[in-house]
């Protein structure tokens, strides 16, 4: 079993920056593919980014392309997501996944396992 915690969401103006964190327990990640997912108030969960088991790939939604970077420490245990050139469409809960296998597709449905989110929040 395999537990996730995010941490490091907020309030911020746009034009600004976060960094989120998921910190692993239960189980080593080095062997899963993790993603970022985020969901808005009446919307579907959506992938945001994913990094594959070694960090030597990943995936970033178009939306988020050339401003988000998702990065990973096995070491750590734990996964981080860097949030640059927010902006107020970027408001959302942000959701830490991983699945069992070595490179994840862009679908809620193929992820395990499941942080609680954390509350992203951009102002204009």
């Known amino acids: 079993q395999v537990q996730l915690v995010e941490s490091g969401g907020g309030l911020v103006q746009a034009g600004g920056s976060l960094r989120l964190s998921c910190a692993a327990s239960?189980?080593?990640?080095?062997?899963?593919?993790m993603g970022w997912f985020r969901q808005a108030p009446g919307q579907e969960r959506d992938v945001v980014a994913i990094?594959?088991?070694?960090?030597?790939?990943?995936y970033y939604a178009d939306s988020v392309k050339g401003r988000f970077t998702i990065s990973r420490d096995n070491a750590k245990n734990t996964v981080y997501l860097q949030m640059n050139s927010l902006k107020p469409e970027d408001t959302a809960v942000y959701y830490c996944?991983?699945?069992?296998?070595?490179?994840?597709?862009?679908?809620?449905?193929?992820?395990?396992?499941w942080g609680q989110g954390t509350q992203v929040t951009v102002s204009s």
């Open positions: 990094i594959s088991w070694n960090g030597g790939s990943t």
């Open positions: 996944a991983a699945t069992g296998q070595r490179w994840g597709p862009a679908r809620v449905e193929s992820y395990d396992y």
């Open positions: 239960g189980r080593t990640l080095s062997s899963y593919a």
